[in-house]
């Protein structure tokens, strides 16, 4: 029997993993997976040209309804890295628009958008404002926002119009 004890026994360096080896193997997953989670969150969070389209015709289409509703005329105004909206005295003064609903936005490097007719485009107080499309565009990605005047609508470029 001597020699099957014998051979039951291990040495220490046979044996499996120490507990302290597994805490260590585990907290490399950990750190590995936080880093891949964190990179996940900052490419979600880019700012993609669907949302600056979007972005775009969520705010005409408040200026157009504030230029309506409010009984003044409104202008969108570009500029080379952004657009705002200005509002027009009686004087015919613009006096640019600071509050968060109308402000100007500066749009994320790489964009840009084009304008089918040259800015100001003046939004009237009667719902007839100067018909407009806007284009943004960053490399291959583009997105068109169109104002009829009234309504605003964003798509793809070569998207189906209805």
Same mark, same amino acid.
């Given at each position: 029997?001597?020699?099957?004890? +014998?051979?039951?026994?291990?040495?220490?360096?046979?044996?499996?993993?120490?507990?302290?080896?597994?805490? +260590?193997?585990?907290?490399?997953?950990?750190?590995? %997976?936080?880093? #891949?989670? /964190? =990179?996940?969150?900052?490419?979600?969070?880019?700012?993609?040209?669907?949302?600056?389209?979007?972005?775009? %015709?969520?705010?005409?289409?408040?200026?157009?309804?504030?230029?309506?509703?409010?009984?003044?005329? +409104?202008?969108?105004? #570009?500029?080379?890295?952004?657009?705002?909206?200005?509002?027009?005295?009686?004087? =015919?003064?613009? $006096?640019?628009?600071?509050?968060?609903? /109308?402000?100007?936005?500066?749009?994320?490097?790489?964009? #840009?958008?084009?304008?089918? #007719?040259?800015?100001?485009? $003046?939004?009237?107080?009667?719902?007839?404002?100067?018909?407009?499309?806007? $284009? +943004?565009?960053?490399?291959?990605?583009?997105?068109?926002?169109?104002?009829?005047?009234?309504? $605003?609508?964003?798509?793809?470029? =070569? %998207?189906?119009?209805?």
């Amino acid at each position: 029997m001597r020699g099957a004890d +014998i051979a039951m026994r291990r040495r220490p360096s046979e044996d499996g993993m120490t507990l302290i080896e597994m805490m +260590i193997v585990l907290v490399i997953i950990g750190v590995m %997976a936080g880093a #891949v989670a /964190l =990179g996940m969150g900052s490419v979600t969070r880019a700012p993609s040209v669907e949302t600056e389209a979007r972005r775009l %015709a969520t705010r005409l289409q408040a200026a157009a309804d504030d230029a309506m509703l409010g009984d003044r005329t +409104i202008a969108f105004t #570009v500029q080379k890295n952004g657009y705002g909206f200005a509002t027009i005295g009686s004087d =015919g003064k613009a $006096v640019a628009r600071t509050d968060d609903a /109308l402000g100007f936005h500066k749009l994320p490097g790489g964009m #840009v958008m084009t304008l089918s #007719v040259k800015p100001p485009v $003046v939004l009237g107080v009667d719902g007839a404002g100067k018909p407009m499309q806007a $284009v +943004i565009e960053s490399g291959p990605r583009r997105w068109t926002v169109v104002y009829d005047g009234m309504t $605003v609508r964003a798509f793809p470029v =070569g %998207a189906l119009k209805l």
